[in-house]
């Protein structure tokens, strides 16, 4: 079965950088888009990156998503992390006929 | 501005049955698939179900093949999911969401709980 895999949390201090990756079991990465999502505690999920890189009107440029076809992955990087960036992020992608969520990354920023 | 408002949610015996509607507003509905996404407490997101624009195509994850049917009403701008012979792994916020595509951001319900217990 198609898996996409991410670290299970990350941790970065206010004002830095965090990468978060997404890997999948099998295939290419770049086969289909990947999207990211940010979850809030309580709240329901919203788009911070679809189609690899595009960022919605309202999602600050500081959060930006590549593809990597060298480890096959894909990363999604928040710059100048502030305290309200913390949240579950969750990325997505198409495979095998179905829609496949990573297992969630945990964001803390310190 | 669209808006997907989820109903139906609600506590239920194990082997009962469930719908849940989920009303769109803001968007031409029946131009799109649409999905069903489930969230167990403390877990992560689980897709569920999806179903075609026109309503001639279903897709569903192994976890509930069979006992969930994915509907909708364009007349109504609504999609529908049918839940029986629930278990107590059925318990979970689930979610109505247009996943991204052509350009488009996506967007996602507030949720309803179903809670799968005796």
């Known amino acids: 079965n198609f898996m996409l895999t991410q670290p299970h949390s990350v941790s970065e201090s206010v004002g830095k950088t965090v990468t978060i990756s997404c890997t999948p079991n099998?295939?290419?990465?770049?086969?289909?888009?990947v999207h990211w999502y940010q979850q809030r505690p309580g709240s329901a999920p919203i788009t911070v990156i679809f189609e690899d890189n595009q960022r919605p009107s309202g999602v600050p440029d500081r959060f930006s998503g590549s593809i990597d076809s060298s480890s096959n992955s894909a990363s999604l990087t928040i710059s100048g992390l502030m305290s309200e960036d913390e949240a579950d992020y969750y990325c997505?992608?198409?495979?095998?006929?179905?829609?496949?969520f990573g297992g969630g990354t945990r964001l803390t920023v310190l | 501005e669209v808006q997907l408002l989820e109903s139906g949610g609600g506590l239920v015996q194990p082997g009962g049955s469930l719908r849940l509607s989920c009303a769109a507003s803001?968007?031409?509905?029946?131009?799109?698939?649409m999905n069903w996404v489930r969230q167990a407490p403390g877990k992560g997101l689980e897709w569920v179900a999806t179903?075609?624009?026109?309503?001639?195509?279903?897709y569903y994850a192994d976890s509930v093949k069979g006992r969930f049917t994915i509907s909708r009403d364009n007349s109504k701008n609504t999609l529908y999911l049918q839940m029986s012979s629930l278990r107590g792994e059925d318990t979970a916020v689930y979610y109505c969401?247009?996943?991204?595509?052509?350009?488009?951001?996506?967007?996602w319900g507030q949720g309803t709980l179903v809670n799968v217990s005796s």
């Open positions: 179903l075609s624009g026109s309503g001639g195509s279903t």
């Open positions: 803001g968007l031409t509905f029946s131009s799109y698939a």
């Open positions: 969401a247009k996943i991204p595509s052509n350009g488009d951001a996506g967007y």
């Open positions: 997505q992608s198409f495979g095998g006929s179905i829609w496949v």
């Open positions: 099998s295939g290419n990465i770049a086969s289909n888009y």
